[in-house]
C-alpha cells in the first residue's frame, strides 16, 4: 500500500533560521515560506536528490503543531509521509483494520496540492503519519 517517502517533516521554533541552517550549513536548495492557515503551519520544502525535508512552524493559535513546540522547544521530527496510489482505499482498509484516522477522514489538500490524511501516532510505532496521494 505504502509507495515512496515523499517527506520528512521537521517542526521548528524558528522556520526563517531553519531554512538558513538548511541552506547555508548544508549547502541545500530550500524553497520559499508557504503560509497553510488550513493546515496552521507556514512550511518550507528543502528539495533532496531522493526526497523532501519539510520543515514547518506552528500558524495560528490552533495550530496542531503547537503543543508539539511546547514539547520539544527546539524542534524535532514531527511526521513522515508515505505516498498512496488511492487514498480512500488506503483510509478504508485502515479504518477497517482499527486504526484511527485524525479528522473526520476527509482528506485535506497538501503542500503539493494533493489529497492528505494523517494516521494516529499511537497506532503506527509512535510516528505521526501523513499519507499523499501519489500524483497521476
Ligand atoms: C504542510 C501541509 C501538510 C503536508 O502537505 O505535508 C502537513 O504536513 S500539515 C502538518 C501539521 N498538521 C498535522 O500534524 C495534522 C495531524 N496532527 C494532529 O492532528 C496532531 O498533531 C495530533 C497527532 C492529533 C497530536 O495532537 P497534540 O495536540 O499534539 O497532542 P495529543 O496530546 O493529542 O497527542 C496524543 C499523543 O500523541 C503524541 N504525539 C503528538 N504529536 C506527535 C508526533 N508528531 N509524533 C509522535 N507522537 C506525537 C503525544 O505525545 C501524545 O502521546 P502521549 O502523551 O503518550 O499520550
Ligand atoms: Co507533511
Sequence with gaps: MIGRLNHVAIAVPDLKAAAA?????????VSAPQELPEHGVTVCFVNLPNTKIEL???LGKASPVAK???DNASGGIHHVCYEVDDIIAARDRLLAQGARIIGDGTPKIGAHGLPVLFLHPKDFCGTLVELEQRSA
Excluded: V
Excluded at 21 to 29: I, P, S, V
Design 56 to 58: 514547518l512552524e506552528p
Design 68 to 70: 508539539f513546540m511546547q
Design 21 to 29: 541552517t538548511y541552506r547555508d550549513a548544508l549547502g541545500a536548495k
